[in-house]
């Protein structure tokens, strides 16, 4: 098995199955293609169905190959969410910081996760378009919004600004409080300017415990002519993660 | 397009004689490529290559083209002569033209262009003429009297403008107003209770009045008993397609026809059903009449736009109602096809190759035909939209094939590949790559837990197909491109030509290189094409043979009960000229038709 990564690293090298969810259009195909590829696109096509990628990300110790599946946020699909959270050892639960409905939408995706998903998954709760609000006043919000949170941008979103072109309509301090009492990891982001993106996906990865981690093509989802030959079959239900003490971790791992 | 050409269709039809109207719309009949076995039927391939030709003509002669029809011989010499001074009327003039010389089996109409621009714009001169004393057929064959008449025949569009949003209202009305009555098309779907569920120009404050008068007319006819079907205002057509509580209109003022437009609402209306199901669609309005569609459908606009926008950019297979396949050598086909049993697995139902936007291969369980409607609908979903594609390497996601079972989902995993290199490497995400490049595996399962299996067959498939070397030939075929005329028929005085195989559902066409590389000379031959069509599918058309005259150019339909064929070539080539091309383009497409189009397919 020729792994190209483990060839020229002398690191482990393990893949974690993570999922985003969230209402359309909050931003999570950004978010992902932010991640991949460190690009953002201003009318980005909705997804339809779901989209599997994989991104590697190199920790001080190991390497972590993230088999994503980005899913569209149309309520047709909400039956289809099961089978791309079943086996995923982190979540990305996405809402969008001008539009308070998604958060409610967020909420409903946790409870579903807790009840549903493994129990051992991680969960990370993200505030996406940080770009569209205003510098925060706010002491206990550390996330720094970019200095261009600009005019321009504002517009070309359907979120009306406020005074000073800020468009937040759900409070750090809100979201950061539920997410303190579920446990979640939380960020604040913006796939647009890049604030905060990578520093999502390397808190995942620390905060799933190296123990827990298969090595290599652990879920059997991988992309090259490798996986195919090695069988995906009995990949299933492997994937479990025993996190007991995430809430521990997430102090460790949060940029809150 | 067959079937709506073959029935009779009213302008206003009566619907107290038609009370349960069919779920779906109709399609061609499923036919041997992709049924189990292969029982020739009339309209189905014949077994035998002896078979075809002695059906299908190669020669096309005056007895010989009145052999497909059922009129007498008596008059095959006097031919009748259509003028046709407006688009807009060119279909109660067709009918005229049936009517009258309905025991002709040949007809020729004469057209002619004011716009002096487009007499050189579309097609060259180059071939002007030059081989009509090669010819020495009888004169008398589809000779005609020349007239012409001054016509508007072919509009220009100018799509950056028809596709340009429509500014919102409140902004400044008049302006908005002006911009959206100024598009060329629209294409607008509301509920049976007239809400607006989409449009593909303008918000729903420009839409709304236009959206209460359409709606107010059609339930006018709802309560008469009747159903209106289409109308014409001044050069505009509109047709309405109803179906499951939807009205889906199509407003044009290109010149086509409705059985063209009524084409194009049903592949809306697929999508649509596609992406809901029946039941569920049925449901939701028997539940609440009111509901807003557009919170289910959503995510589905930029489909409908997407196919909306290939309507109005001209679409051969939507015209046709069928699809293209890569060409290649039918031992190379055969390998891709086995090599794909080879690698399937248990829950797999279908599998497909396509490249470039035309179709490699096919796999399918022996008990499970593969409808050419659900063929067109996946390739929509996937060639029209960038949706899929730019969704990065992989996509899964759950369809309704309505041909299939319009009750319920399959899932579909799609995984892009770019060929414009030998390498044949998968796709970045968001990577954007030209329709022609990309080659889709397709693999669908009627179990929505099959992703992991369909990924693992997906990667051996292309691990076996690098290892067989059939990666590096559909390289060879996609760079290939298609042929130009002149590759086909040398010399020739063609510039373009479609080919419709009934049998194989499957369309065949040259090159679009040099005369129509743009999408203006595209449209334009589209339009050509569609006033062809629609003369020889015209209600109670009896014309196999259809001859077309314009400044710009010299035209020819000519259909069987095994192809259609369009051709296209300069104004000016003589009919004995175009005929005798049109002889040596089917001998060409008989001769090469195990490599052109995909066969048989395979099944497991
Ligand atoms: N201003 C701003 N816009 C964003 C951001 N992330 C996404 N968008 C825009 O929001 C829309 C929806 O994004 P998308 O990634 O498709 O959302 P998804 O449906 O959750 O995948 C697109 O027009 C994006 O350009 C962000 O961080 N800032
Ligand atoms: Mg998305």
Redesign the interface.
């Known amino acids: 098995m020729s792994n190209p990564a483990s060839a020229t690293t002398a690191k482990p090298s393990s893949s974690v199955k993570l999922v985003l969810l969230g209402e ?1 259009a909050v931003g999570k ?1 950004s978010l ?2 932010r991640f ?2 460190n ?1 953002f ?1 201003e009318n ?10 994989t991104q590697k990300i190199q920790l001080s110790n190991r390497v972590i190959k993230f088999e994503i599946w ?1 899913t ?1 946020g ?4 909400a039956s ?1 969410a099961p ?1 791309y959270y079943r086996n995923a050892q982190a979540a990305l639960v996405v809402y969008d910081l001008t539009k308070p409905t998604s958060l409610t939408k967020a909420k409903h995706w946790v409870a579903e996760l807790q009840r549903q998903a493994s129990p051992g998954i991680v969960i990370a709760l993200v505030g996406n378009k940080l770009d569209l609000c205003a510098e925060v006043s706010n002491s206990d919000a550390n996330t720094p919004a970019p200095s261009e949170a600009d005019s321009e941008a504002v517009e070309t979103e359907e979120a009306e600004a406020t005074e000073g072109g800020d468009a937040r309509k759900v409070p750090t301090r809100e979201a950061k409080a539920y997410a303190e009492e579920e446990s979640l990891l939380f960020f604040e982001t913006s796939a647009k300017a890049g604030t905060n993106v990578s520093d999502v996906f390397r808190a995942i990865a620390n905060a799933i415990p190296e123990k827990e981690l298969k090595p290599g093509k652990g879920t ?6 490798d ?3 090695s ?3 009995g ?2 239900g492997q994937a479990t993660v025993n996190l007991t003490d995430r809430a521990k971790q997430q102090k460790d791992n949060c940029a809150c | 397009m067959s079937q709506h050409g073959d029935q009779v269709e009213h302008e206003v039809q009566d619907v107290s004689s038609d009370p349960h109207r069919p779920p779906l719309p109709p399609r061609p009949s499923t036919l041997s490529f992709f049924q189990d076995g292969s029982k020739p039927n009339t309209s189905s391939r014949p077994p035998t290559r002896a078979g075809l030709v002695s059906r299908a003509t190669t020669a096309l002669s005056v007895a010989d083209a009145n052999a497909f029809s059922s009129g007498s011989v008596r008059n095959l010499r006097s031919v009748s002569s259509q003028n046709i001074s407006s688009p807009s009327r060119s279909k109660s003039a067709s009918r005229t033209a049936s009517e009258t010389a309905d025991d002709s089996s040949i007809r020729s109409l004469e057209l002619s262009s004011e716009h002096a621009q487009e007499q050189d714009s579309i097609f060259g001169e180059a071939f002007h003429n030059k081989r009509s004393d090669d010819f020495g057929l009888d004169s008398g064959f589809l000779s005609t009297n020349e007239a012409r008449e001054e016509t508007e025949l072919v509009p220009q569009v100018d799509f950056d403008q028809e596709f340009a949003d429509v500014p919102d209202e409140h902004d400044d009305d008049e302006l908005a107003h002006n911009l959206w009555k100024a598009k060329k098309k629209h294409f607008l779907i509301l509920s049976a209770a007239g809400k607006p569920i989409y449009t593909r120009h303008g918000s729903d404050a420009i839409i709304s009045s236009y959206v209460g008068i359409i709606q107010t007319i059609i339930s006018a006819y709802t309560s008469w008993d009747n159903q209106l079907r289409s109308f014409l205002a001044d050069d505009t057509k509109f047709v309405i397609l109803s179906q499951t509580n939807l009205f889906l209109v199509a407003i044009s003022t290109l010149p086509e026809s409705e059985v063209q437009l009524r084409a194009q609402l049903d592949a809306l209306y697929m999508q649509i059903l596609s992406t809901l199901t029946l039941p569920t669609l049925s449901h939701i309005f028997s539940v609440r009449p009111s509901t807003d569609l557009r919170r289910p459908l959503q995510g589905t606009e930029v489909l409908l736009s997407a196919l909306a926008d290939s309507f109005t950019r001209g679409s051969p297979s939507t015209l046709l109602t069928s699809l293209e396949s890569l060409r290649m050598r039918k031992a190379h086909r055969k390998i891709i096809n086995d090599t794909m049993v080879k690698a399937r697995v248990d829950d797999l139902l279908y599998g497909l190759i396509v490249a470039g936007g035309r179709l490699v291969s096919v796999i399918r369980p022996k008990k499970h035909s593969l409808h050419p409607g659900d063929l067109q609908l996946i390739f929509n979903m996937l060639f029209e939209a960038e949706g899929i594609k730019a969704g990065g390497g992989e996509s899964f996601l759950p369809i309704c094939l309505p041909g299939f079972n319009n009750r319920g989902y399959l899932y579909m995993y799609v995984s892009f590949l770019d060929v414009a290199s030998e390498a044949v490497r998968e796709l970045d995400i968001d990577e954007k790559i030209a329709k022609e490049d990309a080659v889709a595996i397709i693999l669908l399962s009627a179990n929505k837990e099959s992703f992991e299996d369909l990924q693992s067959m997906k990667s051996y498939l292309i691990h076996e197909l690098r290892k067989n070397g059939s990666m590096k030939v559909i390289h060879r075929a996609v760079q290939n491109g298609r042929p130009l005329p002149t590759d086909i028929v040398p010399g020739t005085a063609l510039r373009h030509f479609l080919y419709k195989s009934k049998g194989n559902v499957q369309f065949f066409m040259p090159s679009f290189e040099a005369q129509f590389s743009d999408s203006q000379s595209r449209r334009q031959l589209f339009s050509i094409y569609g006033l062809l069509h629609a003369s020889v599918h015209a209600k109670f058309a009896t014309v196999k043979v259809q001859h077309m005259v314009n400044t710009t150019c010299s035209a020819l339909a000519w259909v069987t009960p095994m192809f259609e064929l369009y051709c296209i070539a300069s104004a000016g080539t003589p009919r004995n000229a175009l005929a005798q091309n049109a002889n040596k383009v089917v001998q060409y497409i008989q001769r090469e038709e195990e490599r052109i189009f995909l066969i048989g397919g395979a099944t497991f």
């Open positions: 359309a195909s992902v293609l991949v590829n690009d696109q980005k096509e909705p997804t339809i169905g779901a989209a599997f990628l980005d569209a149309q309520e047709r699909f289809l089978m059997g989802a991988g992309r090259g002519t996986s195919a030959i069988n995906a079959a990949s299933a």
